[in-house]
């Protein structure tokens, strides 16, 4: 299978927000969420809390890129100059022209402030019009509302739980919701709408 052609200086951008590739050096730029809000990754199957597990999470990042397994990105928010979390593409298929978007997390501050919007709208417009995929999958605990709520409001379908699919963090077991874009939900109905809630 073919990687992406991708170099390191690709990224995404609108007027709000820069995604590009995140990389070893970005320590920097996500210690202060990672030492002082570990709540972000209450739900992850991952842990970036504390510099060691930071650190770690940026590598696991950096290598499956390596790997062509996954595109991780740094998120820069334009409109308060600084770095405000990370995301990335991954499980990307190209035999069968689908990826998922997850791993997505944001500073405290910049919850609510319409920036996740922003970056899911070039993530998924990226992914069917650029990478030509023809599905988007994204998937949450079922315990975290919120996340769920966020990839609903992106016009995604419920497609269902996958029963003690995976360890949380603290050891417990976690049911894993399952939600889906398709290609011509994205151009016909789920683009334009989001568009209207960002740039309206």
Same mark, same amino acid.
């Given at each position: 299978?073919?990687? /992406?052609?991708?170099?390191?200086?690709?990224?995404?951008?609108?007027?709000? =927000?820069?995604?590009?590739?995140?990389?070893?050096?970005?320590?920097?730029?996500?210690?202060?969420?990672?030492?002082?809000?570990?709540?972000?990754?209450?739900?992850?199957?991952?842990?970036?809390?504390? +510099?060691?597990?930071?650190?770690?999470?940026?590598?696991?990042? =950096?290598?499956? /890129?390596?790997?062509?397994?996954?595109?991780?990105?740094?998120?820069?928010?334009?409109?308060?100059?600084?770095?405000?979390?990370?995301?990335?593409?991954?499980?990307?298929?190209?035999?069968?022209?689908?990826?998922?978007?997850?791993?997505?997390?944001?500073?405290?501050? /910049?919850?609510?402030?319409?920036?996740?919007?922003?970056?899911?709208?070039?993530?998924? +417009?990226?992914?069917?019009?650029?990478?030509?995929?023809?599905?988007?999958?994204?998937?949450?605990?079922?315990?975290?509302?919120?996340?769920?709520?966020?990839?609903?409001?992106?016009?995604?379908?419920?497609?269902? =739980?996958?029963?003690?699919?995976?360890?949380?963090?603290?050891?417990?077991?976690?049911?894993? =919701?399952? /939600?889906?874009?398709?290609?011509?939900?994205?151009?016909?109905?789920?683009?334009?709408?989001?568009? +209207?809630?960002?740039?309206?």
């Amino acid at each position: 299978m073919q990687p /992406f052609l991708i170099n390191e200086n690709f990224q995404l951008e609108d007027s709000r =927000v820069l995604l590009r590739l995140l990389n070893e050096s970005d320590v920097e730029h996500l210690l202060p969420y990672s030492l002082n809000e570990p709540e972000n990754w209450q739900f992850g199957l991952e842990n970036a809390a504390g +510099e060691h597990n930071l650190k770690r999470y940026i590598s696991s990042a =950096v290598q499956a /890129f390596k790997d062509n397994q996954a595109i991780p990105f740094i998120i820069f928010d334009k409109q308060s100059g600084l770095y405000a979390g990370s995301t990335r593409y991954y499980q990307i298929n190209r035999n069968h022209n689908r990826l998922a978007i997850g791993y997505s997390w944001i500073g405290n501050t /910049f919850k609510k402030t319409g920036l996740n919007r922003h970056v899911k709208y070039l993530m998924l +417009e990226h992914a069917f019009e650029s990478l030509s995929m023809q599905r988007v999958e994204f998937m949450a605990d079922a315990l975290n509302q919120q996340s769920i709520q966020s990839i609903l409001a992106l016009g995604a379908t419920q497609e269902g =739980v996958l029963r003690n699919h995976a360890n949380r963090l603290d050891g417990s077991r976690r049911d894993t =919701v399952v /939600f889906s874009i398709l290609k011509q939900e994205w151009l016909e109905h789920d683009k334009p709408l989001l568009f +209207e809630k960002i740039y309206s």
